[in-house]
């Protein structure tokens, strides 16, 4: 095995590993707080109990006070915003599609997770009667036309998640010839492979105990799309040229990896703890 053979190989797998590894959890969480803070100041402008825990966004109100204007804006509103993110990401990254260094993999990972929660995240709520489900019963949307929604969403998410993927790897892949040095399936491992695993099972500790079981469906459209990416470069084989482009690293990865852990761990004991307004 390479990685027993060349300490110099194994160094690369494992700075590629934790590094695509904390930008992964960076942007899964900082998607996630994003929507349920724009939920829960759209509700307190309302004027609703809420309670902001580690698993919900509870908002508890008198049922004459709930109206199509109020449902529409706490639930997709937020949404609406996370959109306007994903196109100014997009944007921006298209203007630079020759920025040097690691900056646009964490935005692809940005992209991926935001995406995550606009588009990937609708048919779990479909199925568990959360989130946006509440929005589209105001707006009288028959059984028919959440199938057929939720379909569309899963078919959206699974093209957009493999091209993010694949960019994934191939930017780590350029960079300082990763390619060339770790081979296709080690770089799959260290690039999107392993750093979803981590990211679903931080994010399933995260929610213990009591997980939400449309979080937990979720998962699976994150997981899918990354495997049928691995046996996708597998099979066809794909080369990435070599590349002059070299980024010195400033800070040991696990390291960085290790405070975003600790972060995390401090996101939930103040969420264990919740945010409540009556």
């Not at 939920?39 to 908002?59: P, Q, T």
């Not at 944007?91 to 990937?120: A, D």
């Not at 799959?188 to 979080?215: D, N, Y």
Request: charged share 10%.
């Amino acid at each position: 095995m390479i990685l027993k053979s060349n300490p110099e190989a194994r160094e690369v797998f494992s700075s590629i590993l934790f590094r695509s590894s904390y930008y992964a959890l960076s942007a899964y969480f900082l998607a996630i707080t994003l929507e349920r803070t724009f939920m829960f100041i759209a509700a307190a402008i309302y004027g609703y109990s809420i309670v902001f825990d580690y698993k919900y966004l509870g908002i508890k109100g008198d049922p004459a006070s709930w109206d199509q204007d109020a449902v529409l804006i706490i639930y997709l509103f937020p949404l609406f915003i996370i959109a306007i993110l994903i196109v100014w990401l997009h944007l921006k990254q298209k203007k630079n599609t020759l920025m040097p260094g690691f900056k646009p993999i964490f935005i692809y990972w940005l992209l991926l997770f935001f995406s995550y929660r606009v588009v990937g995240m609708l048919p779990a709520h479909l199925y568990s009667f959360t989130g946006i489900h509440h929005a589209f019963d105001w707006l009288y949307f028959g059984m028919i036309v959440k199938v057929l929604m939720g379909l569309s969403a899963v078919v959206i998410f699974f093209i957009a998640s493999v091209w993010l993927y694949g960019q994934i790897y191939y930017v780590f892949g350029t960079i300082n010839n990763n390619f060339r040095m770790l081979g296709l399936r080690y770089l799959l491992l260290a690039t999107i492979l392993i750093p979803i695993v981590i990211c679903c099972a931080v994010s399933v500790l995260f929610f213990c105990p009591g997980l939400p079981k449309e979080e937990i469906l979720g998962l699976i459209f994150l997981v899918l799309p990354v495997i049928y990416t691995a046996i996708s470069l597998i099979y066809k084989h794909n080369m990435i040229s070599s590349s002059k482009q070299y980024v010195e690293e400033v800070f040991y990865q696990w390291q960085i990896f290790v405070a975003i852990l600790v972060l995390i761990v401090v996101l939930r004991i103040l969420l264990g703890i919740g945010i409540s307004i009556n």
